[in-house]
């Protein structure tokens, strides 16, 4: 029978009308605090790649990184970072670039993945659309136990359930429930067991599969312990640190196999427990997938720079000069001000994970009460031996500059005068934050002396590619910078002598042309110090005699925290601790140093106040919702001044082991690292010294 064509047609679209909907899968989880990584990745792999998006990213990333100090040497770091850093951005970038992708989200894990190789926390790509916008979750953390007979295993946490049930409320019932057979609704019970093998492996095989992917750090040693649970101080208490086990960036894993002994058990039990993806307290609402999109993934008033003289006397403008920088949700420190970030230049870690807002327990926080004089994420605390005091300093940033460069110096006083003869400085897991405050922590520390002054940090250089000399010369010939807001301004900065530059001074000059792993390169002549005088007058004398001072932290001290433990380890002969760290994997005190870092709306806010912004070696304007970090300075050896320190040795002297008494208590860890180490006699295994 043949049928008109009228009615052939009218059939096809009333099938087409009656067939189902593409399925919403963000419309699914939309409203929900908790979700299955399944659900959200299915919701993130639900949008195709945008070719002129993508094409957007790449050539603001690839423009950007021009500025970024060291590019040419992450290529093929030198030793002891050889194996650890061997990454060629514009070799990938250009791969990236070429490389079809079946989801939006699987080209930005190509992308956010390529930087984390460079094991840089300041040069980095984060994307508000995908990166923690669902944080994945287990509760059981993991911590490095020592036994009294010096073996190391990975174990649960001790205090695993405590911090688990308090954080994540209700959904703890999920996990009871996931456990298998007796163990059902036990999840208690797990604390502190023995873990001997993760999905069937020996833990340090999932140790160091992280170590490779997580990025952040050079050093192997820390960037195993970041897999480990630990403790923060946090400018409005004592926060919890999950470790990257138990708190993952991205919804990639739906589960883990656990081999466990649990503490007086002779059994072995195995347990699968699933992860869970909580929304991000940073990620905004959506009801389905148009409006995650408009609400998470697109650029924002604050993602671009601005045009500092064109608004710089309306109201809008001031209101963004008092709002943090769009990747200060994602800068390991408190919130800082845009004014603040460029009246005081800072150098601080930037991690896809933001701090965490998780209460240590307050069973495990410091029972003595801290003294008076402390000041958001500085404390100060005295030992019950009345000798040694303690600050712990969890950032070298707060919000108010000069209170926390006042109570730096209070606090230092009161110790002395409670009778202080020994100091112990806690900078675990410390991102950095103000240059300046690291420079004032050493001086006042030390006292005057020709290591404090006129220079309490190192020398630095900047890269001075075509851009940033044209950028100078529209400060210095056309007088584009009248009231110095830029950093490019030359009056910011002092030679090598530490003599202030004139306005008139094209200050890159003389150029430092280099070749860095067979690339061509130019830096600016070599930088002095930017922080003295002070505007507090330091008291002459030293409080504490460097063989009397310890730094003590997980490793996980990077950027400012950097420079201050450098300068005081090398030049001043001050001791260093890790905590925690395995023995075989040679310890370092310290993280990435940079010499000071920004950030692509930084650098777009530099280009655009100097009418650059349609100069072919500019970056356009973000069209996504993305954050770009590099270093805009780079400091120099102390030991080897004609080349960078970020890439000389920071050995530990001391390898602190943790036991199950000690793990993220910080007076407990105090209390025992003060007696070994100001103790006359040090006796392994107590002891573990640094390879």
């Known amino acids: 029978m043949v049928f008109p064509l009228g009615i052939i047609l009218l059939a096809a679209l009333a099938a087409a009308n009656t067939a189902p909907a593409p399925l919403d899968y963000c419309a699914a989880i939309a409203g929900k605090q908790w979700v299955s990584p399944l659900e959200a990745r299915s919701c993130m792999h639900s949008f195709p790649v945008d070719p002129v998006v993508k094409e957007n990213i790449i050539e603001v990333v690839n423009k950007t990184i021009a500025m970024h100090t060291s590019v040419n040497y992450q290529i093929q770091a030198p030793k002891p970072f050889d194996k650890d850093v061997h990454e060629d951005l514009h070799k990938d970038l250009a791969r990236i670039s070429q490389q079809e992708y079946q989801s939006e989200f699987q080209f930005h894990l190509d992308l956010f993945q390529t930087f984390r190789r460079l094991n840089d926390g300041h040069c980095v790509v984060i994307n508000y659309c995908y990166d923690s916008l669902y944080i994945s979750y287990l509760p059981t953390p993991l911590v490095l136990l020592t036994a009294s007979d010096g073996q190391q295993n990975v174990h649960i946490a001790p205090e695993a359930?405590?911090?688990?049930?308090?954080?994540?409320?209700?959904?703890?019932?999920?996990?009871?429930?996931?456990?298998?057979?007796?163990?059902?609704?036990?999840?208690?019970?797990?604390?502190?067991?023995?873990?001997?093998?993760?999905?069937?492996?020996d833990p340090f095989v999932a140790v160091d599969a992280n170590a490779l992917v997580t990025g952040g750090y050079q050093s192997l040693g820390t960037r195993q312990n970041s897999f480990f649970s630990s403790y923060y101080r946090g400018a409005n208490g004592w926060s919890y640190q999950m470790g990257n086990f138990a708190q993952q960036v991205h919804p990639l894993t739906d589960v883990v196999k656990l081999t466990i002994q649990r503490v007086n058990s002779t059994t072995i039990d195995i347990v699968t427990l699933p992860y869970r993806s909580r929304f991000g307290r940073a990620s905004k609402n959506f009801t389905d997938s148009a409006s995650y999109r408009a609400n998470n993934c697109l650029a924002t008033n604050d993602t671009n720079g601005v045009d500092m003289y064109a608004v710089s006397h309306s109201a809008s403008t001031q209101q963004h000069s008092e709002e943090p920088l769009p990747i200060a949700y994602f800068q390991q420190q408190p919130p800082v001000s845009r004014k603040e970030a460029r009246r005081h230049p800072m150098n601080v870690l930037v991690d896809a994970l933001p701090l965490s807002d998780i209460d240590l327990?307050?069973?495990?926080?410091?029972?003595?009460?801290?003294?008076?004089?402390?000041?958001?994420?500085?404390?100060?605390?005295?030992?019950?031996?009345?000798?040694?005091?303690?600050?712990?300093?969890?950032?070298?940033?707060?919000?108010?500059?000069?209170?926390?460069?006042?109570?730096?110096?209070?606090g230092l006083v009161k110790l002395q005068s409670l009778g202080a003869t020994q100091l112990l400085v806690d900078v675990t897991n410390n991102g950095g934050g103000y240059i300046c405050i690291a420079h004032w922590l050493h001086r006042i520390i030390i006292g005057s002396r020709s290591t404090t002054e006129p220079q309490a940090g190192l020398d630095t250089t900047t890269r001075a590619g075509p851009l940033?000399?044209?950028?100078?010369?529209?400060?210095?010939?056309?007088?584009?910078?009248?009231?110095?807001?830029?950093?490019?301004?030359?009056?910011?900065?002092?030679?090598?002598?530490?003599?202030?530059?004139?306005?008139?001074?094209?200050?890159?000059?003389?150029?430092?042309?280099?070749?860095?792993?067979?690339?061509?390169?130019?830096?600016?002549?070599r930088l002095g110090q930017e922080c003295q005088p002070f505007d507090v007058e330091p008291p002459r004398k030293a409080f504490f005699k460097a063989k009397d001072v310890v730094i003590i932290s997980n490793g996980r001290c990077a950027s400012s925290c950097s420079l201050f433990s450098i300068t005081m380890s090398k030049l001043e002969g001050v001791r260093t601790v890790v905590v925690g760290g395995k023995k075989s994997t040679p310890q370092q005190y310290c993280g990435i140093v940079g010499g000071q870092s920004t950030d692509f709306s930084t650098i777009d806010t530099?280009?655009?106040?100097?009418?650059?912004?349609?100069?072919?070696?500019?970056?356009?304007?973000?069209?996504?919702?993305?954050?770009?970090?590099?270093?805009?300075r780079l400091g120099y050896g102390i030991n080897d001044p004609t080349e960078p320190e970020e890439w000389q040795d920071h050995p530990a002297d001391v390898n602190f082991p943790l036991t199950a008494e000690t793990v993220n208590k910080p007076f407990a860890i105090w209390e025992a690292v003060s007696k070994e180490v100001f103790s006359a006699a040090i006796t392994p295994p107590l002891l573990v010294q640094s390879q």
């Open 161 to 201: 359930f405590t911090v688990a049930s308090a954080e994540f409320g209700d959904e703890i019932k999920f996990w009871q429930n996931a456990l298998p057979g007796k163990l059902q609704g036990q999840l208690e019970t797990l604390n502190g067991a023995q873990v001997i093998a993760i999905n069937d492996q």
């Open 361 to 410: 327990p307050t069973i495990m926080q410091p029972s003595e009460p801290a003294l008076n004089e402390s000041y958001s994420v500085a404390q100060f605390y005295m030992l019950s031996d009345n000798t040694t005091g303690v600050l712990a300093l969890g950032s070298f940033s707060a919000a108010n500059f000069s209170a926390f460069q006042h109570s730096l110096l209070d």
């Open 468 to 525: 940033a000399q044209l950028i100078v010369q529209k400060i210095v010939k056309d007088g584009m910078d009248p009231d110095t807001l830029l950093y490019y301004n030359p009056t910011q900065w002092t030679n090598a002598s530490n003599i202030p530059f004139t306005a008139e001074t094209e200050w890159l000059k003389p150029l430092q042309e280099v070749t860095i792993n067979g690339h061509d390169d130019v830096f600016s002549q």
């Open 606 to 632: 530099e280009i655009k106040s100097v009418h650059l912004k349609n100069h072919t070696l500019s970056p356009p304007d973000l069209l996504a919702n993305l954050v770009q970090g590099i270093t805009w």
